[in-house]
C-alpha cells in the first residue's frame, strides 16, 4: 500500500532561522531549539541543517535526546540540556560534554560532584513556576557554586505569544532584578520573545516552534506538507450516513474518498466532519465523518477525477489551522504527527 508522505522542507527551516536572528543584533546568538526530535521533524536531518547553516548553540530537553544531536553534528557545538542533571543521566554525562542547565540545588549539588563534569548553566524562576530556581534557592546554589561561572543562565516567559500580557513585562523585571550585574551570557527569549523585541533578546535567542512554521512566528516560511494516499472511492446517496456514529449524512448524491491516515498518526478525531479541508491540487474537498484510527473519508464530489494523494497540511493549511480546529495548539500537533509517515526531506545535507 502507499505510503503517507510527510515532505519537511529543510531550506524552510534554515530561513526561518535566519529570518528570526535578523529581529536581533548582530551581537546576540540565535541557538536552535531541537527538542522532542526537532519537534517531530527528525533531529538527525534538522541537526545536519542546522549544522551547514554554522549554528553552533542548541537547546533539547533530555540527555537522550542530547546524545541523539551529538551523535549528528559532533563536539564543536554547544548542546544544552533544559532538564538540567539527574542522576540517572551520570552515564551519558561521561560520554558527552553536555551542558545542563541546573534547576535546583539539589542538581547543582549532584553536579558539582560528578567526576566528569563540564561546563552548565543555570535555569532561574520569573514567574512560571515549571522549572528553575526562586531567588533564595539561587542564592544558595551560587554559594555552593564558589567560583564555578555558568555558561549560561536562562528563564522562560509564559505568555509570551500575547504581546500585551503583563506576565511578560514582570518575568523581565524579575530576570534583570535577579540576573543583573553578574556577568553571565543570559536567555530569556524562545521564539515569542524573540518577537517582542530587543529588550527580551539579551545575549542568545532560543527559538523553536518559530523554526518549523509555527505560530506565533506569522512570517515564517510553510516547512511541511502531508500528502495522504487515497485508497478506496464509494458512491454515497442521499440519506446515507460515513463513518462512526453516523456524524455525517449524504444531503446530495456524493462521492466519498477514503484515505489512509487516521488518528493513530496524530490527526486528531476532533477534526472530523467539515472542520478542515484536504487539498487535491488547489481544490479543497471537506473532510466528513469521524477521523478513525487509520482512515480519513473526504468529500469529493466536486473533482472531476480523484488523485491517489490528496494533501492535508501544506502553506494554505497549516498545523495551527488544523491545531485550531481540533481545540490545542500548533505545538501538539506538529510534535504528534505519526511515526508511519514516509519522511522525505527536502534541502538534506
Known amino acids: 500500500m502507499a505510503e503517507t508522505c510527510l515532505t519537511v ?54 540527555t537522550e535526546e542530547a546524545a541523539a544531536l551529538a551523535d549528528v553534528i559532533g563536539p564543536d ?37 560528578h567526576p566528569n563534569q563540564s561546563g552548565f548553566g543555570l535555569q532561574i524562576d520569573t514567574g512560571m513556576n515549571r522549572l528553575g530556581m526562586e531567588e533564595e ?40 532584578r535577579l540576573s543583573d550585574g553578574m556577568n553571565w551570557r543570559r536567555s530569556l527569549a524562545a521564539t515569542g520573545g524573540t518577537l517582542l523585541g530587543a529588550e527580551y533578546h539579551f545575549d542568545v535567542t532560543r527559538p523553536g516552534i518559530g523554526l518549523y512554521g509555527g505560530a506565533p512566528f506569522q512570517k515564517a ?7 495522504i494516499p487515497v485508497i478506496q472511492t464509494r458512491h454515497v446517496a442521499i440519506g446515507e450516513s460515513v463513518g462512526y456514529g453516523s456524524t455525517w449524512v449524504a444531503e446530495r448524491p456524493s462521492v466519498v474518498a477514503t484515505l489512509s491516515a487516521g488518528y493513530a498518526d496524530g490527526l486528531l478525531r476532533t477534526l472530523g466532519n ?41 502553506s494554505e493549511q497549516t498545523v495551527d489551522d488544523l491545531a485550531a480546529a481540533a481545540g490545542t495548539i500548533g505545538y501538539e500537533f ?3 504527527l505519526g511515526a508511519r509517515y514516509q519522511r522525505r526531506y527536502v534541502g538534506a545535507v
Open 274 to 314: 467539515g472542520h478542515v479541508d484536504l487539498f487535491a491540487d488547489t481544490i479543497r474537498c471537506p473532510l466528513v465523518g469521524r477521523v478513525s484510527m487509520d482512515l480519513l473519508t473526504v468529500d469529493v464530489t466536486d473533482l472531476d477525477h480523484v488523485p491517489d494523494y490528496m494533501t492535508l497540511l501544506n
Open 77 to 113: 557545538a554547544h548542546i544544552y540540556v533544559f532538564g538540567g542533571f539527574l542522576p540517572q543521566d551520570k552515564a551519558l554525562f561521561q560520554n558527552y560534554d553536555f551542558i545542563p542547565l541546573l534547576n535546583s540545588i539539589d542538581q547543582v549539588r549532584a553536579y558539582i560532584e
Open 9 to 62: 522542507d529543510l531550506n524552510a527551516i534554515a530561513a526561518n532561522h535566519s529570518a528570526l536572528d535578523a529581529l536581533s543584533s548582530h551581537v546576540v546568538e540565535t541557538a536552535a531549539v531541537l527538542k522532542a526530535n526537532a519537534y517531530g521533524l527528525g533531529i538527525e536531518k534538522v541537526g545536519r541543517k542546522f549544522l551547514e547553516k554554522s549554528v553552533r548553540t542548541f537547546f533539547v530537553a533530555t
Open 334 to 336: 506538529l510534535t504528534g
Open 137 to 176: 534557592e539561587l542564592r544558595g546554589a551560587l554559594n555552593i557554586l564558589g567560583d564555578r561561572r555558568p555558561e549560561l543562565v536562562i528563564s522562560h516567559l509564559a505568555c509570551a505569544d500575547d504581546p500585551t500580557h503583563k506576565m511578560n513585562g514582570a518575568q523581565l523585571a524579575e530576570f534583570h
Open 221 to 227: 516560511t510553510s516547512v511541511i506538507r502531508l500528502d
